[in-house]
């Protein structure tokens, strides 16, 4: 049965930092392909950053440049996101995605709230 499980979000200070964890299992992590999506109240769900199998590449969106990491352990079949001097834009649920090779087959997390106040 294949699971994502996230962990980490909370209610953090405008400025602050937070580091989500994405924990897998079920399938064979260091073949995917993973990312981190989020979803703001009324708007679309929006790709953060996603990072290659191996962990040799990644890319994130125009909006968390400079702010945001995303990092994989492999042997602990564990994605990771390093958010800092977050923003109240920032506010969302937060997805681990996953993506196997050579096939169409995809897999969610339940999501995990990050909420940026003062």
């Known amino acids: 049965q294949v699971q994502l499980v996230e962990s980490g979000g909370g209610l953090v200070q405008p400025g602050g930092s937070l580091r989500l964890s994405c924990a897998a299992s079920?399938?064979?992590?260091?073949?995917?392909?993973m990312s981190w999506y989020r979803q703001a109240p009324g708007k679309e769900r929006e790709l953060v950053a996603s990072?290659?199998?191996?962990?040799?590449?990644?890319n994130s969106a125009d909006s968390v440049k400079g702010r945001f990491t995303i990092s994989r352990d492999n042997a602990k079949n564990t994605v990771y996101l390093q958010m800092n001097s977050l923003k109240p834009e920032d506010t969302a649920v937060y997805y681990c995605?996953?993506?196997?090779?050579?096939?169409?087959?995809?897999?969610w997390g339940q999501g995990t709230q990050v909420t940026v106040s003062s």
């Open positions: 995605h996953a993506k196997r090779p050579y096939t169409s087959t995809q897999y």
């Open positions: 990072i290659t199998s191996t962990g040799g590449s990644t």
């Open positions: 079920g399938f064979t992590f260091s073949s995917a392909a």
